[in-house]
C-alpha cells in the first residue's frame, strides 16, 4: 500500500512569513495526526483528526497554528507567522482505527528552516 | 499524566556487537509501549510494541523489547547488530483507558562502527 504523502520536503521562510504543509493519509486510515519535531527532541503532537473532526488540538499554538482535514482525507498544516522557534520537522502520521495503539504509520516529513 | 524517559541520547557500539537501548516510563494506569525507528531523512516507522499477554516482543529485524511492570521499563535489545541498524530509535507509551495518547521520549541515536 502507498505510504504516507507529505509535501513539500524541505521549506525556508523568513520569520513572520506563512506556510503550508500537506499530507496525504493512507487510504482508508480514520486518524490523521500532525507531529512537531524539534531537533534533539521526541515528536510532540500538534492535532490529532478522527476523519474530518479534531479530537486533540490541546498543543497546537492557536494564535499562529491552523489544520484542517477537508472531507475526512487530505490535511493541510498552516503557520501564520511563522517564528524562528517554529523551525522543526513536521510529521504526518495516520492509523487505520480510532484506537491509537494500532501504532501509527509516519510520512518523510517537511523539514521547516525560519530565518 | 504519562512520561516517557530515554536516559541515553547516542550509543554507539561495535558491528555484530548486542546493543540495549533503555526506555522507562511513568504512567499511573496501564500503558501500551512501542519502539519507532527513524532512519536518516525518513519519517518513523514503527518497529514493535507490547499491548498485551507475553511480555517480550519482538521485531521482523532481530530487535527485542521486554516489558517489565515493577522496574517500568521497556528495553530494546539486539544481540548482535549491523550497520544498517544505525539510526534514531524512538520508545512511546500510550496510556490506556479514555482518550489516548501517545507520549515519546526524546530518541535514542544508534551508531554502529565497523
Known amino acids: 500500500e502507498a505510504g504516507v504523502a507529505q509535501s513539500p520536503r524541505y521549506k525556508i521562510i523568513e520569520k513572520r512569513q506563512s506556510v503550508a504543509f500537506w499530507c496525504n493519509p493512507i487510504s482508508g486510515h480514520a486518524t490523521l495526526y500532525w507531529y512537531q519535531q524539534i531537533l534533539g527532541q521526541g515528536p510532540k503532537l500538534l492535532i490529532q483528526?478522527?476523519?474530518?473532526?479534531?479530537?486533540?488540538d490541546s498543543q497546537l499554538p492557536k494564535d499562529r497554528f491552523s489544520a484542517e482535514r477537508l472531507k475526512g482525507v487530505d490535511s493541510t498544516l498552516k503557520i501564520q507567522p511563522a517564528k524562528l522557534e517554529d523551525s522543526a520537522v513536521y510529521l504526518c502520521a495516520s492509523s487505520p482505527g480510532t484506537a491509537n495503539y494500532y501504532g501509527y504509520t509516519f510520512g518523510s516529513g517537511t523539514r521547516l528552516t525560519v530565518v | 499524566a504519562q512520561s516517557v524517559t530515554q536516559l541515553d541520547s547516542q550509543v554507539p557500539v561495535f558491528e555484530e556487537a548486542p546493543v540495549e537501548l533503555r526506555c522507562n516510563y511513568s504512567?499511573?494506569?496501564?500503558?501500551?509501549l512501542f519502539w519507532y525507528v527513524q532512519y536518516p531523512n525518513q519519517g518513523l516507522q514503527l518497529l514493535l510494541k507490547?499491548?498485551?499477554?507475553?511480555?517480550l516482543v519482538e521485531s521482523i529485524n532481530g530487535f527485542e523489547a521486554e516489558f517489565n511492570k515493577s522496574q517500568t521499563s521497556f528495553h530494546l535489545r539486539k544481540p548482535s547488530v549491523h550497520i544498517s541498524d544505525t539510526a534514531e530509535y524512538f520508545c512511546?507509551?500510550?496510556?490506556?483507558?479514555?482518550?489516548?495518547?501517545?507520549?515519546f521520549g526524546t530518541g535514542t541515536k544508534l551508531q554502529v562502527i565497523p
Open positions: 504512567s499511573s494506569v496501564s500503558v501500551y
Open positions: 507490547y499491548l498485551s499477554g507475553s511480555t
Open positions: 512511546a507509551a500510550l496510556s490506556s483507558g479514555g482518550y489516548q495518547k501517545v507520549t
Open positions: 483528526f478522527q476523519n474530518n473532526g479534531v479530537v486533540d
